[in-house]
């Protein structure tokens, strides 16, 4: 008899371990993100699968983009199929409707880039994540305005990046400085995925315009204002690094004007670095900026206040949450202006939903 119950509690051993190794398959973008990092992957995983499992739940046109991908092979010696980037952009037909991945060797890429917002389905892909990529350009508004001054500058749709930087090598701008903006990045069309993107400027980095967007283990640094724009994004696991030197930094200028408008971002688990207490986690740059920071881990770079308004009375119609955040920059004794979240407040804004993610997020693109 005890040998029996010995096995059985092998068996039940062996079968626990069996079902501990076993991928967690969720496939619901509802639900929320676990609050130890360490499942992120899982639960991401679980609901990201591959196109052949979802194509019940995603976009018609992003299937049939998917099924038949053309792949370009560019070269920063200009060696590869194309001389350039923008070579290569514009041999893919306005109305373009098959995915078109532009696959770059390592190097450095050294041009202005836009596609215009015919061009949907096209891919930046970094054929090694360890050597990536990088496309470079010192645009400033002073030249171009800010939202021009883009190395990158994306207007169509299911647009999609992996392994890329992006660099605007314009100098760091002075304060009160008329025409220092430089953007490495505007992306304006819907439904756009960044894995592994690094983007590197001083002040307005990122143009994250309008549309929804997700970035996955990305690094985004700067100085001022430095994530900006109406778009409606998930910022999962990424690092936002404050350079030092100036005597006060923004991290994000949301633009949502009203309440109708649905737009706004949120960052989870991700990683706010840098010191010196000088950072504000967003400002209002429209009356109803909306954002909000959930398990994010915050270094001393955060002033204790946290939020600021770029004008009076934007107090009353802002949304700045924040949600069982940690470390130095996360104590909430000193906020202005900040909302903590209840579980019920946090859950619209804490998993892939908030961007539909269901309709067209897949995983990283592998060549």
Not at 220 to 236: A, H, N, Q, R
Not at 246 to 260: E, H, L, M, T, Y
Not at 320 to 326: A, D, S
Request: proline fraction near 6%; aromatic fraction near 10%; charge should be neutral.
């Amino acid at each position: 008899m005890a040998g029996k119950n010995v096995s059985r509690f092998a068996f039940e051993a062996v079968l626990v371990s069996i079902v501990l190794c076993i991928p967690i398959v969720i496939s619901d973008d509802t639900v929320p993100i676990p609050a130890d990092s360490a499942q992120i992957n899982s639960w991401f995983d679980g609901i990201v699968q591959p196109l052949t499992a979802r194509k019940a739940t995603l976009d018609p046109a992003l299937v049939t983009a998917e099924a038949e991908p053309k792949v370009i092979k560019l070269k920063s010696d200009g060696s590869g199929d194309f001389k350039t980037i923008s070579d290569a952009i514009k041999t893919i037909p306005d109305g373009n409707t098959k995915r078109v991945i532009l696959s770059l060797a390592p190097g450095n890429y050294s041009e202005k880039v836009k596609i215009g917002m015919y061009k949907p389905f096209i891919t930046f892909y970094g054929e090694d994540p360890n050597d990536m990529p990088v496309l470079v350009f010192g645009g400033t508004a002073e030249v171009y305005n800010t939202v021009e001054s883009a190395t990158l500058i994306v207007e169509s749709d299911y647009f999609n990046a992996v392994n890329l930087k992006i660099v605007n090598s314009a100098p760091r701008p002075y304060r009160k400085m008329d025409g220092g903006q430089a953007a490495a990045l505007r992306i304006g069309g819907d439904k756009s995925s960044f894995y592994n993107v690094k983007l590197y400027g001083f002040q307005d980095t990122l143009c994250d315009d309008r549309g929804k967007h997700l970035y996955k283990d990305c690094y985004i640094e700067g100085t001022v204002d430095f994530i900006f724009g109406s778009g409606k994004s998930i910022y999962l696991n990424t690092e936002v690094h404050v350079i030092p030197g100036d005597p006060v930094a923004f991290i994000s200028a949301q633009a949502r004007v009203s309440d109708s408008e649905d737009t706004g971002y949120s960052f989870l688990h991700s990683k706010i670095t840098g010191s010196g207490g000088v950072a504000y986690l967003g400002r209002s740059w429209k009356p109803a900026a909306k954002v909000v920071y959930a398990y994010t881990e915050m270094s001393d770079v955060v002033n204790p206040e946290g939020w600021s308004l770029l004008e009076p009375g934007h107090e009353k119609s802002v949304f700045f949450g924040e949600y069982n955040n940690k470390g130095p920059g996360a104590n909430l004794d000193k906020r202005k202006y900040n909302k903590k979240l209840t579980d019920a407040d946090a859950k619209p804004f804490i998993s892939l939903a908030f961007v539909e993610g269901s309709k067209w997020i897949l995983p990283p693109t592998k060549v």
